[in-house]
């Protein structure tokens, strides 16, 4: 038996993060339920069951900052087995600025072409930062 919990090391406030749980040789679903919690108190919780795989959603609440603690456990009913898993990690939680995209014209190039590339700024729900494109061309 055995299991396998992939989650972002930075989560960002007011987003949704998905969790993959992966529960081996599973013979039955497992509830599986997962806490954030920041100075010793859960901001936010998410739960599900799962066979072999799934995923469980979990809502960042806006307006954190800094570390907390991801706690993740998994249980059929208490009368018969208890808690199969349960386990935590530390994460991140921290507003992303800005990222920047790179388009170019085209997969592949030739030697000596001209390389035409489109630079879009967006915020960290993809808005654009501003409406220009900015374009440039390199040889």
Do not use: C
């Not at 998410?46 to 066979?51: A, D, N, R, W």
């Not at 199969?84 to 530390?90: E, L, R, S, V």
């Amino acid at each position: 038996r055995g299991y396998l919990i992939a989650a972002p090391s930075v989560f960002r406030p007011g987003v949704e993060e998905a969790i993959s749980v992966t529960i081996f040789n599973s013979v039955k679903e497992t509830t599986v339920q997962i806490q954030l919690v920041v100075k010793g108190e859960t901001v936010s919780r998410g739960h599900g069951t799962v066979l072999d795989k799934g995923t469980i959603k979990l809502k960042v609440p806006s307006g954190l900052r800094g570390q907390a603690h991801l706690k993740v456990w998994g249980n059929r009913h208490l009368a018969e087995e208890g808690y199969i898993f349960h386990n935590y990690t530390t994460v991140t939680i921290d507003s992303k600025g800005s990222s920047v995209f790179i388009q170019t014209d085209k997969p592949v190039y030739k030697p000596k072409q001209k390389v035409l590339i489109n630079l879009f700024m967006v915020t960290s729900d993809l808005r654009p930062v501003n409406d220009r494109v900015k374009k440039t061309v390199l040889f």
